[in-house]
């Protein structure tokens, strides 16, 4: 399977469907919450992005579904050249597919030997190679501390400057190799997923990326429109969370004249929606999963 859907019904109910609605899947990969929506759609339209190559040998033959083979930070722009001004509902699943972890040469993954890769479009040019062999020491130490949450990882990077130094660190196991004596034996899968997180986040822009999806998506919701996401590291869960709290990215809160939060989303879960135990034993790549969904305002309040 490429990839096993996460909280499945929990987004279907999320998006609370119109069965003749106009809907965005940001991050199409398998279908799997695609087709489920498809499922719902009577007279309705699905829009599906995902820029992987790959991903695009799962599209649909359906007179009611599009699919696109680019970055969702490109969604304003196809909406807007097909017509569409707003739509019904957005969802994302910002987690990286059971498909990309299980593929060596793509080198997602820590536990398969491959090239330092880590592109989710295979058409870009920057690697997690280039990243690891020739990002100056202190961009390493940048990317290691804010997208792998690591406290302190001096040692890491000098470790990889001076193995550098002496050779390019050109494959996954090259760079495990590398970092692993830095690590306490019993947290060293879990420290070493902090570092290929880091970098993959670095290849493919995804902070960026993710801030100019949000913003684009209040604009692209119809009003009572829902917008539904999956993040699976506190990094991105903090930019949605911040953004269906506020409208924006920082959490920078507005208040109208009456001090009330002027905020363009209404909560429908004021508590993250996370996956049950079932589902988890079921399928462990979800266990990290938290879903968050918001409903746009009717009116915007003003300031």
Do not use: C, W
Request: overall charge positive; cysteine-free; hydrophobic content about 35%.
């Amino acid at each position: 399977m490429y990839h096993q859907p996460v909280l499945l019904k929990e987004s279907l109910d999320g998006l609370n469907i119109n069965p003749d609605g106009i809907y965005v899947d940001a991050t199409f990969g398998g279908g799997g919450h695609s087709q489920k929506i498809l499922e719902q759609l009577n007279n309705g339209t699905l829009i599906a992005f995902d820029q992987d190559k790959e991903a695009e040998k799962n599209a649909f033959s359906d007179a009611r579904f599009i699919f696109i083979r680019h970055n969702f930070r490109y969604m304003k722009n196809f909406l807007k050249y097909m017509g569409y001004k707003q739509v019904d509902g957005i969802f994302a699943d910002l987690g990286v597919s059971s498909y990309h972890f299980n593929s060596p040469e793509r080198g997602f993954s820590f536990r398969f030997e491959g090239e330092l890769d880590m592109r989710m479009n295979q058409n870009s040019k920057l690697t997690a190679k280039h990243i690891v062999n020739q990002y100056p020491e202190k961009e390493l130490f940048k990317i290691l501390r804010e997208y792998g949450e690591l406290n302190k990882p001096g040692k890491i990077v000098k470790a990889i400057v001076a193995t550098r130094e002496e050779q390019n660190i050109n494959t996954t196991q090259q760079l495990v190799d590398t970092i692993i004596p830095y690590f306490p034996e019993r947290f060293r899968n879990k420290m070493l997923a902090k570092v290929f997180q880091a970098f993959r986040i670095e290849v493919n822009r995804e902070i960026t990326t993710l801030k100019i999806f949000l913003n684009q998506s209040r604009e692209l919701l119809k009003p009572s429109g829902r917008l539904v996401i999956i993040s699976y590291h506190s990094i991105e869960d903090r930019l949605v969370k911040n953004f269906m709290k506020s409208g924006n990215t920082s959490g920078e809160l507005h208040k109208d004249f009456y001090g009330n939060v002027a905020s363009p989303f209404k909560l429908i879960n004021k508590k993250i929606t996370t996956p049950s135990e079932a589902e988890v034993q079921e399928n462990n790549r979800a266990r990290s999963a938290r879903m968050r969904i918001a409903e746009k305002e009717k009116e915007e309040k003003q300031v």
